[in-house]
């Protein structure tokens, strides 16, 4: 069984920083490109940041660009989402995804986790 568990969600004030984690179990890390997506109320969820399945590759969303920063460990099956300068239009719930695939993608995630609150306060 697949496992993705984000942690690292709360409260933070605009400008300030936050890293979200995910630790995955039941499937191969290394063979999965990883992402991150967000759901804010009302909207629809919404890609945010990618990494390939070696870490060498990136894809950022143009609104989080400069700002947040993805990265994996795939010995720890982990991923990460430093998040910095935050701001009150990035509060959503955020939600680790493992595609079956090398590259970094925005689309076609077979894996979800449940999900992390941030809530950034202006």
């Known amino acids: 069984q697949v496992n993705l568990v984000e942690s690292g969600g709360g409260l933070v004030q605009a400008g300030g920083s936050l890293t979200l984690s995910c630790a995955a179990s039941g499937l191969m890390f290394s063979h999965y490109a990883m992402g991150w997506f967000r759901q804010s109320p009302g909207k629809e969820r919404e890609f945010v940041a990618a990494i390939s399945r070696s870490g060498g590759s990136t894809d950022y969303a143009d609104s989080v660009k400069g700002r947040f920063t993805i990265s994996r460990d795939n010995a720890k099956k982990t991923v990460s989402l430093q998040m910095n300068s935050l701001k009150p239009e990035d509060t959503a719930v955020y939600y680790c995804?493992?595609?079956?695939?090398?590259?970094?993608?925005?689309?076609?995630?077979?894996?979800w986790g449940q999900g992390a609150l941030v809530t950034v306060s202006p």
């Open positions: 995804a493992a595609d079956f695939n090398f590259a970094a993608s925005r689309t076609g995630y077979d894996y």
